[in-house]
């Protein structure tokens, strides 16, 4: 398969009630304070987990950093900007909010982000339900 | 006719004679008026190098050379225009005739200026020649006195004045036991009184420096313990191997006698309101001309006549020359004087307030006039902190405090110092370039909140720098009543500077992040400000390797996966190629795993070779086999020490004068590893020809005959910057010592992603200042820093070796850690034989990505 010609499928989820929850990796294989990638059927995931955050710990969002084209999202800093976790890109370290991947600089850049959790030692994403 | 030819006949010649401070001067201000467009000017100079700062010239003797003390760049005199004849003696003027006569040819003016200076009075004194008569003026003098005092141990100055307390300092800097012999009976006697003399007196000689008053020198003999003998009366003597006449200056008016111009009465080209001489083409400026009988040995009224004469010679309105105050301020071998206006009280009905301090041997004294309503004058020895207030009083006729005294008394008595919100807008701050307050105000109001900047424009502070305390005042002042309030907080998470948190992290020992933010800081996270300052201040520190658990997350990408990332999200990879020396093996080494992983080669600017194009899984494997065959890695990823530049030196160069390759090679090894505020880059030349360029480094060492000569804080990029010679003819420990002190010296103080040229443009009192703590030790830091440094040499360990050694390390170094396949959305093309990175443009058969609304 050509895999330029992978198109992505996996829009924003309307609630997680609709997801099906899918195991992408081991709660070892994340990097704390830090990100990791996932391949998730041809999209690629950057994980960043941070235990020590109040409130959510674990956030799944968009590699590819619109503005350089480049897949570095997940070698990101992660930053605290008046409260908002946020995800620097290290190309031309804009700012994408984890909750909802707006860019604090370029609205128009959002990144997609996917419901994740962690479960008995796994990592699972929330894709949409099928049908 | 072609109009540029008409204007090239209509131009008029004006010639210079002189190429001093004043002189040069008034070049600069006829061509920021626009003189160009009206002469070809043609500046003459005896001496062979051009205009430099003499109000510095002891510097020469603590590391400057003539190109760091020169005044301008040479681009200067090379504007189409100009021409400048160095090493060129005007011998004659022909004013019949408009001519100047050298001894290459005779030039023809319309206009001429005389700018020819002084030069030293010496006394006939029987037996004075050779060493026993040395000068102390120009860089020729100084080099007759550096030689002169190769293989001596005393030296002495005939002349207790301004310049012959300088002379004195310049000999001591020498190493010599020095001398001062004064005729009058108390020192610097046209600035000070009596209690002042004698204040100086008790400080310099605490120095180690002899002071001898009322003495006439009225014979030089041979020696019995050292070359010469100097007698004075009543059979007394004093021995000693070499003597520096200075005692006064003459204004140097022999081409004015010699086409008799009209002489002043104590010398000098005599001069009216508009610096013009008796023959209404010849103007005369310095200290070679006599307004209204008075001579003028300082700066700024030289300064003053320059400016007058370039604005009348280009058609603009001048300000008359007016006399000129003559106040000064001055750090005598380490000792504050400072002389204002009526400093001994002679006008008529004048009143005066002293302070007398024996046990620090401190003095001040406050003229006031006879209404007891403003400053006439002031003295002051031991501190000037005092100056800059009084000067503003007299000069601006501010009206005193009801207890004048105040003005004088120690601080802590409360003195009411003369805000800088007080002075008029008309007060002059700069009195060298007659910068006023209100020409502050406007650069500021034209967008300026830099110091530096602020100098650049107005040019305050680049005279004599004597009221650089006084500028800085104002500036923030006004900076602060704009409502421009300087937060110099790190970020929202540390209401701290770089600064303050290097403290705290080596005062408290603190060696994570978390720890520092919990005691410091604010929030739970950080960001990507204060995260990588820390990081880099922790490493700093205490050098722990970069991948350690908490240091992880604190990193950029580069430092976090210790490879520089470009554009494409892939990595350059650059192992150490210290002093850029490399065996042959080395280099197919490199050549292997460059053509194994297909990686795009190029040798970078520091002497070594850049791997592109890794992508991230790949990068452990291709450093097991660059460590496998001998390397290191090279920082290229990290604000950090870089490369040591070197020419291949001694070797086997023919001109090399000493080993640059292997100095370079100690260097590189020293600092590989040690992380900082920013980048540092470094060289060593084998002998003065600098091919490795190292006047443009952070950190740049040049040999010589005798050692090496250390050069800091240059800069090429953006904006390039020459580093200053700092100390010259070190032997190898002292130069890592000096290096030692000052990389340890900038980390602590620099500001975060500063580097060492704009460190050192933002340290007050500047290079002096650094000299002051790196050579002189002045904070008593020495052993601190250079223990700081040990340590972090101590602790060096390759990066990426380490990495290597832990599992768990690698974890990271995964493109996808559920998945072996690379990253599919990174392509490259060929070109020129190697591969590069796919641009946007060549993606065309690529679909476009679904974006989200």
């Not at chain 2, 029987?126 to 005092?149: C, H, K």
């Not at chain 2, 559920?818 to 990174?826: M, V």
Request: net charge negative.
């Amino acid at each position: 398969m050509n895999p330029l010609n992978t198109l992505r499928t996996h829009d924003t989820l309307a609630s997680e009630q609709d997801a099906v929850w899918q195991s992408v990796c081991s709660e070892q294989d994340l990097v704390i304070n830090s990100g990791v990638v996932v391949w998730l059927d041809g999209a690629q995931v950057a994980l960043f987990y941070l235990p020590d955050a109040q409130g959510k710990t674990l956030y799944a969002i968009d590699n590819h950093d619109p503005k350089s084209g480049a897949n570095v999202i997940g070698r990101g800093l992660i930053a605290d900007i008046k409260g908002e976790l946020v995800v620097a890109s290290p190309i031309y370290k804009q700012h994408f909010r984890l909750e909802d991947g707006t860019c604090l600089e370029y609205p128009q850049q959002r990144l997609r982000v996917w419901p994740v959790r962690l479960s008995r030692g796994d990592v699972e994403i929330g894709c949409r339900a099928r049908g | 006719m072609n109009s540029i030819v008409a204007t090239l006949n209509k131009l008029q010649t004006l010639i210079v004679i002189g190429n001093g401070m004043v002189g040069h001067h008034c070049v600069e201000q006829l061509i920021e008026r626009g003189a160009l467009n009206h002469y070809r000017v043609h500046v003459f100079s005896e001496e062979p190098v051009r205009a430099y700062d003499r109000v510095h010239l002891s510097e020469y003797f603590t590391g400057r050379d003539a190109e760091s003390l020169a005044l301008s760049d040479a681009a200067l005199y090379q504007t189409p225009g100009i021409t400048l004849h160095l090493g060129v003696p005007v011998l004659e003027i022909d004013r019949a005739r408009h001519e100047v006569i050298t001894a290459q040819g005779s030039v023809t003016y319309d206009k001429l200026i005389l700018a020819t200076g002084s030069y030293p009075f010496v006394p006939s004194i029987e037996g004075a020649q050779d060493d026993s008569r040395l000068v102390y003026r120009t860089l020729e003098d100084l080099d007759a006195i550096r030689a002169a005092a190769a293989n001596a141990r005393r030296g002495v100055v005939v002349g207790g004045g301004l310049l012959g307390l300088e002379a004195a300092n310049a000999l001591k800097s020498l190493g010599l036991e020095a001398h001062v012999v004064e005729f009058a009976p108390r020192l610097m006697p046209v600035q000070l009184d009596e209690h002042g003399g004698l204040a100086l007196k008790a400080q310099i000689e605490k120095l180690g420096v002899g002071v001898h008053l009322s003495r006439a020198t009225q014979s030089i003999s041979a020696g019995e313990h050292y070359r010469y003998r100097m007698n004075f009366a009543n059979d007394e003597f004093l021995e000693t191997d070499l003597i520096v006449f200075s005692a006064g200056i003459r204004a140097q008016d022999a081409l004015a006698r010699q086409c008799v111009l009209e002489i002043g009465p104590r010398g000098g080209v005599v001069i009216d309101d508009a610096c013009r001489s008796s023959d209404p083409d010849i103007y005369a400026i310095g200290e070679c001309a006599s307004w209204n009988g008075s001579l003028f040995g300082l700066v700024a009224p030289g300064y003053q006549m320059a400016r007058s004469v370039a604005a009348t010679l280009c058609k603009q309105i001048p300000e008359p020359f007016m006399g000129a105050d003559m106040s000064t301020k001055l750090k005598l071998l380490g000792v504050d004087v400072g002389s204002i206006g009526d400093a001994h009280g002679a006008t008529p009905g004048a009143r005066s307030f002293q302070f007398i301090d024996e046990s620090n041997a401190s003095y001040r004294r406050l003229v006031v006039d006879a209404t007891g309503k403003q400053v006439l004058g002031a003295v002051l020895v031991g501190d000037n902190s005092y100056y800059d207030t009084l000067l503003q009083y007299m000069q601006n006729a501010i009206a005193l405090p009801k207890e004048p005294a105040s003005l004088i008394l120690p601080s802590s008595a409360g003195a009411p110092t003369l805000g800088p919100g007080a002075l008029p807008q008309s007060a002059t701050v700069c009195s060298c370039h007659n910068v006023t307050k209100g020409s502050i105000c406007s650069a500021i109001d034209g967008g300026c909140t830099d110091l530096a900047q602020l100098k650049s424009q107005t040019k305050a502070c680049t005279g004599c720098g004597g009221c650089a305390g006084l500028l800085k005042q104002v500036f923030e002042h006004e900076l602060t009543a704009r409502g421009v309030s300087v937060d110099k907080s790190l970020c929202e998470h540390f209401a701290y500077t770089r600064q303050e948190l290097y403290a705290l992290v080596r005062v408290e020992g603190v060696i994570t992040f978390e720890e520092l933010l919990a005691r410091h800081g604010s929030g739970h996270t950080g960001c990507d400000v204060c995260k990588p300052a820390v990081g880099s201040i922790l490493a700093s520190c205490w050098n722990q390797p970069i991948m350690d658990p908490s240091l992880v997350p604190l990193q950029d990408t580069n430092d976090t996966f210790m490879a520089n990332m470009q554009k494409n999200g892939t990595y350059s990879v650059v192992p150490r190629i210290a002093g850029g020396e490399i065996t042959a093996d080395k280099l197919i080494a490199i050549g292997v795993v460059a053509k194994k992983y297909e990686l795009y080669t190029k040798i970078a600017g520091g002497q070594r070779i850049d791997l592109f194009g890794a992508q991230l899984h790949q990068l452990p494997d291709i450093w097991a086999e660059l460590i496998e065959a001998g390397f290191e890695t090279g920082h290229a990823y990290g604000k950090s020490t870089r490369t040591v530049k070197s020419c291949v030196g001694s070797t086997w160069c023919r001109y090399g004068v000493q080993d640059s390759v292997k100095m370079a090679l100690l260097i590189e090894d020293r600092y590989k590893g040690l992380r900082s505020p920013h980048k540092l880059k470094f060289a060593v030349s084998g002998c003065t020809r600098e091919c490795a360029e190292a006047q443009s480094k952070d950190v740049g060492v040049i040999a010589t005959e005798k050692g090496w000569n250390l050069y800091v804080c240059g800069n090429g990029g953006m904006r390039p910057r020459h580093a200053e010679l700092f100390a010259t003819d070190l032997d190898d420990a002292t130069l890592i010592r000096y290096i030692d002190r000052f990389l340890m010296f900038y980390i602590r103080t620099a500001d975060k992603l500063q580097r060492t040229s704009v460190w050192r443009e933002s340290l007050e009192g500047g290079l002096d200042y650094l000299k002051e703590v790196i050579i002189n030790d002045s904070l008593g830091l020495g052993d601190e820093l250079e223990s700081q440094m040990q340590l972090v040499v101590s602790r060096y360990e390759c990066e990426w070796a380490n990495a290597l050694k832990s599992p768990e390390k690698l974890k990271r170094f995964r493109t996808f850690v559920n998945d072996k396949r690379p990253d599919p959305d990174i392509h490259f093309v060929e070109e020129r034989g190697q591969r590069r990175p796919i641009m946007a443009s060549e993606l065309n058969l690529i679909p476009v990505r679904e974006e989200i609304a």
